[in-house]
């Protein structure tokens, strides 16, 4: 399966510390992308990182890309309680077309 | 600018009927993707419009077909309606598959 799988399944920290999700993929990838998705409503496109970057920002937000080790990490700073909320990586394997969901992360943020 | 748009939001079907999911892509956007989310798991790629043509399916059966319109709208149609059809549908719109897709608040299948 080319299915992304996110580490860990639930995280629950306080507000104001940083959070830290990881995934794991299998094949070769041409982007990776994070989405965001509250209580089982729509995903919210967080960030896209390119195969060939290594590290994006976008807000509070980092991404790191490690195509050798076939892995990603997105790391929030600075959390809030807005954050709780299931985090998913998604790959796209050089189609284009076709996106690969994790499991996900179940933040939680406790204020 | 209006997101993309999903309906109906909720609908409860009984096991062996057919249902009709529709989609209005984002202003802008030529591309429709469905996906299928169960309860606690990641989205599943059902397929993928583009120029009204099925461009790309998941590993799903051909009771899951669907359709886009010249305006890019799109439907998702199931036939045989089967307990585990039961989940959060997702469409997903996009620029041709460039950049980040953008995602509809989701349709909630009920299969009784």
């Known amino acids: 399966s080319q299915q992304g799988e996110e580490d860990p399944q639930a995280l629950s920290i306080q507000e104001g510390e940083n959070a830290t999700m990881n995934c794991s993929y299998k094949t070769s990838i041409n982007n990776l992308q994070w989405y965001r998705q509250n209580s089982g409503r729509g995903l919210v496109h967080l960030i896209l990182i390119r195969s060939n970057e290594r590290e994006k920002h976008s807000g509070r937000l980092r991404v790191t890309l490690d195509t050798s080790k076939k892995s990603s990490s997105l790391l929030i700073t600075a959390s809030r309680a807005a954050d709780t909320a299931s985090y998913f990586c998604a790959t796209d394997p050089n189609t284009g077309n076709q996106f690969y969901f994790g499991t996900g992360t179940s933040l939680t943020v406790i204020p | 600018d209006a997101g993309v748009t999903q309906s109906p939001t909720h609908l409860i079907k009984t096991r062996g009927q057919q249902v009709t999911l529709r989609c209005s892509p984002k202003s802008g956007h030529d591309t429709v993707s469905w996906y299928q989310q169960a309860l606690g798991q990641g989205p599943q790629f059902i397929f993928q419009?583009?120029?009204?043509?099925?461009?790309q399916r998941g590993n799903f059966p051909d009771r899951f077909s669907g359709h886009q319109f010249p305006n890019y709208s799109s439907e998702l149609n199931v036939n045989a309606l089967l307990l585990g059809d039961s989940a959060l549908y997702l469409c997903?719109?996009?620029?041709?598959?460039?950049?980040?897709?953008?995602f509809g608040s989701g349709t909630r299948l009920t299969v009784v």
């Open positions: 997903a719109s996009s620029l041709n598959g460039l950049y980040g897709y953008t």
């Open positions: 419009y583009y120029e009204e043509e099925e461009r």
